[in-house]
């Protein structure tokens, strides 16, 4: 019988389309879910840009405070002079080194929490557009 229709292949078609259909019905939830994390990922990621470019100065700054001192013979000697000899110069050149070393790695840590934040962000922006 040619025109006959084969009802277990429709049926099993019709279960396998169900199936489909099932697995989307948590997408409106997962949507909302994984928005919610995108804002706060981009919010996130604006607030600690703006810490890196304020730590960017910070240890711009703490390196000229330290190049000035190390490059500045009178200021070196002048130094000497107002704070105890050669004893109160290394301890401020110390000073200077340490304050520019965790202001490079303060720059270091953001940047990676920054790199971090991203990949996040680029995951979670992955997923929106993925079928399950």
């Known amino acids: 019988m040619a025109g006959a229709v084969d009802l277990t292949q429709i049926a099993d078609e019709h279960a ?4 489909t259909v099932a697995t989307y019905d948590n ?36 390196h000229k405070d330290l190049d000035k001192l190390q490059r500045s013979s009178s200021r070196r000697f002048l130094f000497r002079v ?15 080194e340490r304050e520019y070393i965790e202001a490079a790695q303060a720059e270091h840590n953001e940047s990676q929490a920054i790199t971090e934040l991203r990949e996040a962000e680029k995951n979670a922006r992955t997923k929106v557009f993925l079928p399950l």
Do not use: C, F
């Open 82 to 96: 107002t704070h105890g000899g050669k004893e109160g110069l290394e301890r401020k050149l110390e000073k200077e």
């Open 27 to 62: 997408a409106p939830a997962e949507l909302h879910d994984t928005t919610g994390l995108l804002e706060a990922l981009e919010k996130d990621i604006y607030v600690r840009e703006s810490r890196m470019s304020k730590l960017i100065n910070k240890r711009k700054s703490e």
């Open 16 to 19: 396998r389309l169900l199936q």
